[in-house]
C-alpha cells in the first residue's frame, strides 16, 4: 500500500502523520484499531492473520531488512 494511502488511514484515526514514516505509521494504526503493532516486525513468520490489510506490505518490509545471515 502506498504511503498516501497509509496516511489517510491514519489521519481518519486521528493519528498525527507528521515525521512518521511507513511502519511506524502502521504500527499506530494498529494499535488505534487496537490489535497488536507487530507490523514489519519478526511475528511475520507466525503470522496466521490471512485477512489482514497490512499482510503483504508487512512481509517485503520485514524480509527486505532481513540480512541473508539470519536465515543460515
Known amino acids: 500500500m502506498k504511503s498516501s494511502s497509509i496516511r ?3 489521519k ?3 493519528i498525527a502523520v507528521r515525521n512518521l514514516g511507513k511502519i511506524q505509521l502502521v504500527r499506530c494504526i494498529q494499535k488505534a484499531d487496537g490489535v497488536r ?3 514489519a516486525t519478526l511475528s511475520v513468520r507466525e503470522c496466521s492473520l490471512i485477512d489482514c490489510l497490512w499482510r ?3 512481509s517485503i518490509l520485514h524480509f527486505k531488512s532481513c540480512s541473508l545471515d539470519t536465515y543460515r
Do not use: L, Q, R
Open 8 to 10: 489517510e488511514i491514519a
Open 56 to 58: 503483504n506490505d508487512c
Open 12 to 14: 481518519k484515526k486521528g
Open 37 to 39: 503493532d507487530c507490523f
